[in-house]
């Protein structure tokens, strides 16, 4: 907060703040409401913010910009394997992280120290868990009651719901749970990427949504 108190309020920046669910949100709502008229500034972060904020959502990499990221970090860290990995082989290690730019770095990092990449992909494996913990555990811990509920209703379904589908099932599991509420709990887990909106098949005109990757 003394950041922004030390500038003039005719001063203008632009300012990044990444990976915010590792700071209270508390801290961060106070931080924010002293920035200078003018001043813009980017947050990336999984967990809402509510009225201080306009969601822009990011979905996964391209597997072009998936590559991409890979051969660059690669170089960034001189990881000599990584680096001479063939087109196809990188494109397989892309798409099995489902095009994730955490997991890709991850990865890549991972790499360098010295992991092998067939166990680091390995969804049984500790190397794998240790990713989905680092990545998610937070996350988690900060979903409220209805978004925990719509994410084990989903996971037990093991399919695809629509939103009525949903809602009755939430409210005849918990029937102190409002529409409202499980409206703005699945627009936290679509925007946290815990749900997705999978692609639509023909012309399907019910959206359907489904466990993101790292969430099954």
């Given at each position: ?6 500038w ?15 700071i ?38 391209e ?19 990584a ?68 994410v ?26 409002t ?38």
């Open positions: 907060t003394r950041y922004w108190r030390d003039s309020s005719d001063v203008c920046s632009s300012d990044l703040l990444d990976t915010l669910e590792t209270s949100s508390e801290s961060v709502r106070d931080f924010l409401s002293y920035i200078p008229t003018g001043t813009k500034v980017l947050i990336t972060t999984r967990l809402a913010l509510g009225q201080s904020e306009r969601p822009y959502a990011l979905g996964p990499f597997e072009r910009e998936s590559v991409h990221l890979f051969r660059a970090y690669a170089d960034a860290l001189g990881t000599d394997h680096k001479k990995l063939s087109e196809n082989s990188i494109k397989n290690f892309c798409s099995r992280l489902s095009n994730n730019p955490l997991a890709i770095k991850w990865f890549v990092g991972s790499v360098a120290n010295g992991k092998d990449p067939a166990s680091l992909i390995a969804r049984q494996s500790d190397d794998f868990r240790q990713l989905l913990s680092f990545a998610f555990t937070d996350l988690f811990q900060s979903l409220d009651s209805s978004s925990r509920l719509i084990e209703i989903i996971y037990v379904a093991s399919r695809e719901l629509s939103r009525a589908e949903i809602a009755w099932l939430v409210e005849d599991l918990d029937n102190t749970i529409n409202s509420s499980v409206d703005t709990a699945l627009r936290l887990l679509i925007t946290s990427s815990i749900l997705r909106k999978p692609i639509s098949r023909g012309t399907q005109a019910i959206q359907k949504l489904e466990l993101g990757a790292f969430a099954k």
